[in-house]
Each structure stands twice: as C-alpha cells, then as structure tokens.
C-alpha cells in the first residue's frame, strides 16, 4: 500500500514516531528509555495529528459526513471527538494520568469505529480522498485498539 490517504498517516505516525522516540531512549534519554513510554509518545503524536483535523474547515466538514444519520448532532461529536483525541494525547504524556488515557482512547476509537464503516459503505471522502477501505480501516482500529491497551498495561 502506498497512498497515504489509506488511512497510513496514523499508522506511520504510530509506528515511526515509536521506533524514534525508542531510539532516543536507547541513545540515553531516561524518560524513553523503555518501550512504554516511547509507545505512548508515539500515539500521544498520532491523536495529535488525528485530532487536529477535526477543527480545520475542510477536514471538519467531511468528518461531519462520516456520522452515522442516526447520531443526532453530528457536529458536536466531531468536536467532542476531536477535544477527547487531543486530551488523551496529553494525558499519555503524563506518568500518573497515562494508564488512564490510554484506555480513554481505547474505549474512544472503539466508539467512533461506527463512523469510519459508515463512511466506507457510503464511499465517502476525507480531505477529497476517498476513505480507508473497510478491511484496511479495521486491521489499523485493531492495531490502534491494541496499541493503547498495551500502553495503558
């Protein structure tokens, strides 16, 4: 797979700011010197880049789409979802909250799966691409899923 509007920017974001920030931990920097922390960096920087979005016009407007018609004000769940992503990247940078916002952000992108099979079925766009495929979509929520599990433990 090589578009990015594959839904591979979280993924990469995930994966590469993972194998960085364990590498400044190997190379000496304590805070990071363990898997755990690096991982929850790395999604710390993936909620960053995926909550964002949810506040800039264009982005908004297709997020907005992505609401399953039977969720009443769809608008207000891309904001409340977009402040509970940024929130929880916060909170994984934070030792004594980190478990917590972990499983947050679990329980999070388990909830808006909905959304993202909605959009699929009903071929919709996402910053004027189409959106992740449905069996990409759910293999990257599993890994997602797991992720902040693993770094909620």
């Known amino acids: 797979m090589t578009r990015l509007e594959d839904g591979m920017v979280p993924f990469i974001a995930l994966t590469g700011g993972f194998v960085v920030l364990r590498l ?3 190379a000496g920097i304590d805070a990071l010197d363990a898997w755990q922390p690096a991982l929850r960096g790395a999604l710390a ?3 960053v880049l995926t909550g964002v979005p949810h506040f800039l016009p264009s982005w ?3 997020f907005v ?3 399953p018609p039977a969720f009443p004000r769809p608008a207000l769940l891309v904001t409340l979802t977009g402040v509970l992503e940024l929130a929880g990247a916060a909170g994984l940078l934070l030792s004594p909250v980190a478990p917590y916002a972990a499983i947050g952000l679990a329980l999070l992108m388990i909830a808006m799966f909905p959304a993202n099979v909605s ?3 009903r071929g919709l ?3 004027g691409k189409p959106v992740t495929t449905l069996p990409t979509r759910t293999a990257l929520q599993v890994l997602f899923v797991a992720a902040a599990v693993a770094a909620a433990v």
């Open 45 to 47: 920087l993936m909620f």
């Open 60 to 62: 908004r407007r297709d």
């Open 119 to 121: 959009a699929a079925r």
């Open 65 to 67: 789409a992505m609401i």
């Open 125 to 127: 766009t996402l910053a």
């Open 24 to 26: 400044i931990g190997l």
